[in-house]
């Protein structure tokens, strides 16, 4: 299918809504055809890379055709500090995208090949070293600021969030998460927790209790045990907290720290003791990664975006959450720990074979 234009949007009577996403160093482009109260049909969302010194691709869906046309907006959006591939992983139509960049664009997009730029730390920018798909090692820059002043003229421009319909509560979105991990654990996926249910964290703070009612996801998590970046600015975006002191953070991340070894130790973890994950080590902060206790749960990932399983090994000490504990007892089953990088050491890359073998039994101690 060829890729839409801005005049494909119009006949469509689209329109690109532009904002500020729930993290400050985020931006959200997305697209609503059939007028404003229309439903969405596509969007991308950017992330500040400051490792990479530019805006990182790290969300994108779109219906068939429209893809290209949030990059182009996006790159433009961008200006002198340009667009990078997801960092993490990406999946082949996005790849497709890049190298179309790289190859067929040399009239209106310019590129800089990221290991080669002094102003690019190599080591936390994640290159991808992909000698099949090139272009996601390049940064890249729109020379013409066309789309986006047309999409303004034609009254298809809103700088504001839409506004939801349905919009879900916290305790809507909870319901729904049980219900997904209810399906998962009975499911075709059967999963097997050869260790005892994590212990729950008890916080002292409504700081603390205001996590875990918030459904305690990854990145809302690492916000309070990194140190990379801006997180207590992150905090109070997701927490609607203003005057939210360091302190306050602190206290949270020492409880967090100290729940999650008391949990590791009564779910009978030993010192040190296995880990998986899919694809290479890569994460929006360079301080804290997600891994997990199960094989079966990093193959389930692997086999979406193509990618290999890894065993790690870890020391228990260097586990900065059991992500389960935050959760009541046996809520969750994808057995994430967030843990330091630095603290993993590569064992092997795991079959789809191997991976379900390990998954079936206790893990010893290494």
């Known amino acids: 299918?060829?890729?839409?234009?801005?005049?494909?949007?119009?006949?469509?009577?689209?329109?690109?809504?532009?904002?500020?996403?729930?993290?400050?160093?985020?931006?959200?482009?997305?697209?609503?055809?059939?007028?404003?109260?229309?439903?969405?049909?596509?969007?991308?969302?950017?992330?500040?890379?400051?490792?990479?010194?530019?805006?990182?691709?790290?969300?994108?869906?779109?219906?068939?055709?429209?893809?290209?046309?949030?990059?182009?907006?996006?790159?433009e959006w961008a200006g002198s500090k340009g667009l990078v591939p997801d960092r993490m992983s990406i999946t082949p139509k996005e790849?497709?995208?890049?190298?179309?960049?790289?190859?067929?664009?040399?009239?209106?997009?310019?590129?800089q090949d990221l290991g080669s730029e002094a102003d690019v730390d190599v080591d936390?920018?994640?290159?991808?070293?992909?000698?099949?798909?090139?272009?996601?090692?390049?940064?890249?820059?729109?020379?013409?600021k066309t789309t986006i002043p047309m999409l303004k003229r034609e009254g298809r421009w809103i700088e504001e969030r839409p506004r939801r319909m349905n919009h879900a509560t916290r305790a809507q979105v909870a319901t729904a998460l049980r219900a997904a991990a209810a399906v998962l654990a009975t499911g075709r996926v059967r999963v097997r927790k050869p260790y005892g249910e994590a212990k729950r964290i008890i916080?002292?703070?409504?700081?603390?209790?205001?996590?875990?009612?918030?459904?305690a996801h990854t990145e809302m998590v690492t916000d309070f045990v990194s140190d990379h970046s801006d997180p207590l600015d992150g905090i109070i975006t997701n927490f609607d907290l203003n005057g939210l002191t360091w302190e306050e953070r602190e206290v949270v991340q020492k409880e967090l720290l100290e729940g999650t070894q008391k949990s590791l130790r009564a779910r009978g973890l030993p010192s040190r003791f296995s880990v998986y994950r899919y694809g290479p080590i890569r994460s929006l902060f360079p301080d804290v990664t997600a891994v997990t206790l199960n094989p079966i749960v990093a193959w389930a990932g692997a086999r979406r975006t193509k990618q290999d399983v890894y065993r790690y090994e870890v020391d228990r000490d260097d586990v900065l959450v059991d992500v389960d504990a935050l959760w009541p007892a046996g809520f969750l089953v994808e057995e994430e720990l967030l843990v330091n990088p630095r603290g993993l050491k590569r064992r092997e890359a795991l079959t789809q074979e191997a991976a379900r073998s390990w998954g079936t039994g206790p893990r010893e101690s290494l």
């Open 124 to 144: 936390y920018c994640r290159l991808h070293n992909d000698d099949d798909h090139e272009a996601l090692d390049f940064r890249f820059f729109s020379k013409r």
């Open 95 to 111: 790849a497709a995208i890049w190298d179309h960049y790289l190859k067929h664009r040399r009239g209106d997009v310019e590129w």
């Open 203 to 215: 916080f002292s703070t409504e700081l603390g209790e205001a996590l875990q009612d918030a459904g």
């Open 1 to 75: 299918m060829a890729a839409k234009t801005v005049r494909d949007l119009i006949a469509e009577d689209g329109y690109i809504y532009a904002y500020r996403d729930n993290n400050p160093n985020a931006y959200m482009f997305e697209l609503r055809l059939g007028g404003r109260g229309g439903p969405e049909d596509g969007h991308l969302r950017v992330l500040w890379r400051g490792a990479c010194n530019s805006w990182e691709v790290m969300n994108v869906f779109a219906r068939r055709g429209w893809g290209p046309l949030l990059h182009d907006i996006a790159m």
